[in-house]
């Protein structure tokens, strides 16, 4: 069992900068590829940035390449997402997941979801 807890949403304006974490309670937390979705209220929830489970490999959405990041630190269970230049349309709640493979874009892949943490971009 995996339990996911993300925090460091918030208020930004257009051009700022954000760096949710997700906290995992997990024994291997290094055994789970991590990822990053969003939801806005009236879209699908979409891939974001998935990271694998040494952390050696990164995978971006085109959307948000070049501004996001993700990163993970295997001593403390916790992945980051460091979100900069950040635009009206990076609105949404954020979720973490995590998976026992490799990262996949597929949302029905992933058993694990963290409750979402909200980050909103005004222009």
């Known amino acids: 069992q995996v339990q996911l807890v993300e925090s460091g949403g918030g208020f930004v304006q257009a051009g700022g900068s954000l760096r949710p974490s997700c906290a995992a309670s997990v024994r291997t937390f290094s055994s789970y590829a991590m990822v990053w979705f969003r939801q806005a209220p009236v879209n699908e929830r979409e891939f974001v940035a998935g990271?694998?489970?040494?952390?050696?490999?990164?995978y971006y959405a085109n959307s948000v390449k070049g501004r996001f990041t993700i990163s993970r630190d295997n001593a403390k269970n916790t992945v980051y997402l460091q979100m900069n230049s950040l635009k009206p349309e990076d609105t949404a709640v954020y979720y973490c997941?995590?998976?026992?493979?490799?990262?996949?874009?597929?949302?029905?892949?992933?058993?694990?979801w963290g409750q979402g943490t909200k980050v909103t971009v005004s222009s």
């Open positions: 990271i694998s489970r040494s952390g050696g490999s990164t």
């Open positions: 997941a995590a998976d026992p493979g490799v990262v996949t874009v597929r949302v029905y892949e992933y058993d694990y």
